[in-house]
């Protein structure tokens, strides 16, 4: 997908939060996949802090700077909730999935990770208004079943109010949302008791010394390898597409977008490691030293480029054959 107003939009999607207003509303989420029922939820919100309370006043969801608790209860009322790191809101149920943003991983122009093939527009992006607010409406269509998702984004901060599926139904939705004085930071924190649930990855308070300690082991390997293949300079030619938007008064007024998609990957192994690289997806060239045996698999690298990439990647790493390994 390389739709340049598309992409705007999903900036926003993805990064827009930290420009949320302070606001309540009722948010009604589909919690049953069996039914059409949507429940409804008192929500209080300002950017990546929330706090989600049912129709009775009871605790459903809550989120802090760092981390996030989810409360079960219709069946555990009284135990305490489920510490998440701030990483894991998808692990408040569907609620948590109304509410969190997408990470850049899950929308990969070009390719869809969460289901692993490329997802199109069913149409051009629409600004229409919803709950009295600027919105795009964004038509996709899932590959494989070809049903199409619908969402209602801001278009000033890109939260989702919105989000249908053509086969599934209505997913959540706002129906009601206002800005209000900023929250009392309380209403947002857990003094409680509480049980370790899942974490993000990096998140080292919340990990057993002995994993915290490998953590950072692990990184230390990591930022070492980045420091011995400097590749912060390298200039890669990549292909690059080109939209044009006409203005609506007219042909004279024109808007050209470019975009361009580029990847490689470099790959490093010892001479007698059993890994073949040539089964990694995209490898286009392997070479060996007297120490190594190296591939690169490029993605939307322009024509003729791939052969000098290869040919500034053997040189930046001949020099690590005659260094100790570390």
């Known amino acids: 997908m390389t739709d340049a107003q598309w992409l705007e939009i999903l900036v926003r999607m993805v990064a827009g939060e930290t420009s949320e207003e302070p606001t309540e509303g009722v948010l009604a989420v589909r919690l049953d996949e069996e039914s059409d029922e949507l429940t409804r939820f008192r929500v209080r919100k300002h950017g990546h802090r929330w706090r989600v309370e049912d129709e009775a006043g009871r605790l459903w969801s809550m ?4 981390h996030g608790y989810v409360f079960d209860p219709e069946t555990d009322a009284d135990g305490p909730p489920q510490r998440l790191g701030r990483g894991m809101s998808r692990m408040h149920g569907a609620v948590g999935e109304a509410l969190s943003r997408p990470r850049p991983i899950d929308w990969v122009i070009g390719g869809d990770m969460r289901y692993d093939d490329a997802t199109e527009l069913a149409a051009p992006p629409r600004r229409t208004s919803y709950l009295g607010q600027d919105v795009w409406e964004v038509r996709l269509v899932l590959p494989g079943s070809r049903r199409e998702m619908r969402f209602l984004v801001d278009v000033v901060n890109g939260r989702t109010l919105f989000s249908e599926h053509e086969e599934s139904g209505i997913l959540f939705r706002w129906e009601e949302v206002a800005v209000v004085d900023p929250h009392r930071p309380e209403l947002f924190a857990w003094t409680g008791p509480f049980e370790s649930g899942f974490v993000t ?76 690289h040539e089964d990694s997806d995209g490898v286009a060239t392997s070479w060996v030293d007297d120490r190594w045996r190296w591939s690169v698999g490029a993605v939307g690298v322009a024509p003729g480029a791939a052969e000098r990439l290869v040919a500034d990647l053997q040189a930046r790493t001949r020099a690590l054959s005659a260094t100790p390994d570390p």
């Open 201 to 276: 990855f990096g998140e080292d308070d919340d990990l057993p010394e002995h994993l915290a300690e490998a953590l950072v082991r692990h990184r230390a390997a990591e930022d070492e390898v980045v420091e011995s293949i400097p590749l912060g300079d390298l200039t890669v030619a990549v292909h690059g597409d080109v939209m044009a938007f006409v203005d609506e008064s007219g042909p004279d007024r024109v808007r050209l977008d470019w975009h361009a998609q580029g990847a490689f990957h470099l790959f490093r192994s010892p001479l007698d490691d059993p890994w073949d």
């Open 63 to 66: 989120q802090d700077d760092r």
